[in-house]
């Protein structure tokens, strides 16, 4: 594999709406106030669970996050709602996360000082698509002039860093001479905002980059990918099951255990361990530790799950500068957290630095890059 692989421009593109804690648990405790007046009887004689109430003291000490943007606001707060109204588009018409796709994709070309004629493949990678072909990669291709090939990837929260690594082997292998890839992550459709333990998690974004030879970069702020890592473990724990074949099974397709949901508590026991093992096993790699990493653009799912990491990898707390935080603003962006703190906190590095890009999520799968500015 060609050492000489970067990424030479990153974008990011985030709604025009946004929902506090406070807002999401007016709307959430209304709700659950009155579903238990209406199922009373059947709570009283243990046919149904009574519906927690919430604070939004519990979502940030859970989560660390605060508020989180969102694609459509309107019906998400709505109690005989609970979901986003999202107009349904023509076939003739752009589609929502081809659109998110395209604005984040145009922030990225701009950093890196590239065109549409520059790029010949795109990989759209998220957790989820809107629907199943064509590809919203061939889409936003198209809407941006490109020529060459396109596809999508699906790897839940590990999605964008999986992608970053198909990119690089491209161009180390020579099938293509710049590959842009775009996270349009658009998740509130698929969360169960009735649900107290996980109606606050997501939030909807777009990020993107640009992956090419070193010998063809020309953006100012220029990232050598020394190597990528990845692994795989399969778990139960985080599911969603909307599916098409729900038809064929005679079951609600739009039904609470269709929506995402996860068993919390044993995925940090699992997941911390396994990300601090992929993280010092990649570093070693290149002869290097904790201490040589000058930035971490860890996964933005839960704070109390990456201080656990960082603390076990660097033996104390790192600052904010080193280890940044956006999921206060941002929430859990499925695979997009780990490229806004990238986008977010990258300019500030000096030439030789070291830094750590790294996902973690349902599978389990983790995915990692080492970067060093050029």
Known sequence: MSS????????????????????????????????NQINKLAIEQQELSEKP?????????????????????DGILDIDRMRPMIP??????????????IHAAKDALKAANKTADDIDAVIVACAYTQRSYPALAIEVQGALGIKGFAFDML?????????????????AAGTAKAVLVINPELTTPQVNFCDRDSHFIFGDVATAMVVESAQTAKSEHVFEILSTKAVTEYSNNIRSNFSYVSRANDVDPFGEDKLFHQVGRKVFKEVCPMAVEHISEHLARHQLGSENVSRWWLHQANINMNTLISRKLLGRQPDLQEAPIVLDTFANTASAGSIIAFYLNHKDLQSGDIGLLCSFGAGYSIGSLVLKKR
């Open 4 to 35: 000489s692989v970067v990424i030479s421009g990153s974008g990011l593109w985030k709604p025009d709406f946004s929902i506090s804690n406070e807002e999401l648990v007016v709307a959430y405790n209304a709700y659950a106030t009155q579903f």
């Open 88 to 101: 349904e588009r023509a076939e003739d018409e752009l589609s929502d996360q081809a659109e998110m796709a």
């Open 155 to 171: 790897v839940a929260c590990s999605a964008a860093t999986f992608a970053l690594h198909r990119a690089y082997e491209m161009i």
């Open 53 to 73: 109430l919430s604070s939004a003291e519990f979502i940030e000490k859970a989560s660390g996050i605060k508020s989180r943007y969102v694609y459509v606001k």
